[in-house]
C-alpha cells in the first residue's frame, strides 16, 4: 500500500499564494501519474492539475494561468504552486497517484489539505 502525505494549506487572503506539496511513502512501486484535485462543499471533485512520468501536465481551465504542477513522480513527490488566488479556489485539495499494478488499488489518494482564500 502507498500513503500519501500532503502539506502546505491554510488561509490566505484574494490574491495572495500558496504552496501545496504531496509526498509518497514508498517508491517501491511505478507511478505513471500524479494529480491535485479539489472538492469545495457541495461540489463534485474536480481535476485541478496533473502530471505524468514524461513531465507532461495538464490543469483544469479554472486555474491555467494561476497554478503550475511539478515534481518526480518516480521519486513520488509533486508541489503545487498556487498564485493570484481566488475566494471561488477555496476547497480541500487532495493529492492522487496512479500506480497500475495486477494486484495493488490502480490508484490512492491523500487525507486532503484544505485550502481557504478569503475575500
Known amino acids: 500500500q502507498v500513503q500519501l502525505v500532503e502539506s502546505g494549506g491554510g488561509v490566505v487572503q484574494a490574491g495572495g499564494s500558496l504552496r501545496l506539496s504531496c509526498a509518497a511513502s514508498t517508491t517501491a512501486i511505478t507511478i505513471i501519474a500524479m494529480s491535485w484535485y479539489r472538492q469545495a462543499p457541495g461540489e463534485e471533485r474536480e481535476l485541478v492539475a496533473a502530471?505524468?512520468?514524461?513531465?507532461?501536465?495538464n490543469y483544469g481551465g479554472s486555474v491555467k494561468g494561476r497554478f503550475i504542477i511539478s515534481g518526480d513522480t518516480t521519486k513520488g513527490t509533486i508541489t503545487l504552486q498556487m498564485t493570484n488566488l481566488k475566494p471561488e479556489d477555496t476547497a480541500v485539495y487532495y493529492c492522487?497517484?496512479?500506480?497500475?499494478?495486477?494486484?495493488?488499488?490502480?490508484?490512492?489518494w491523500g487525507q486532503g489539505t484544505q485550502v481557504t482564500v478569503t475575500s
Open positions: 502530471i505524468t512520468s514524461s513531465g507532461s501536465t
Open positions: 492522487n497517484a496512479e500506480a497500475p499494478h495486477p494486484t495493488l488499488p490502480y490508484d490512492y
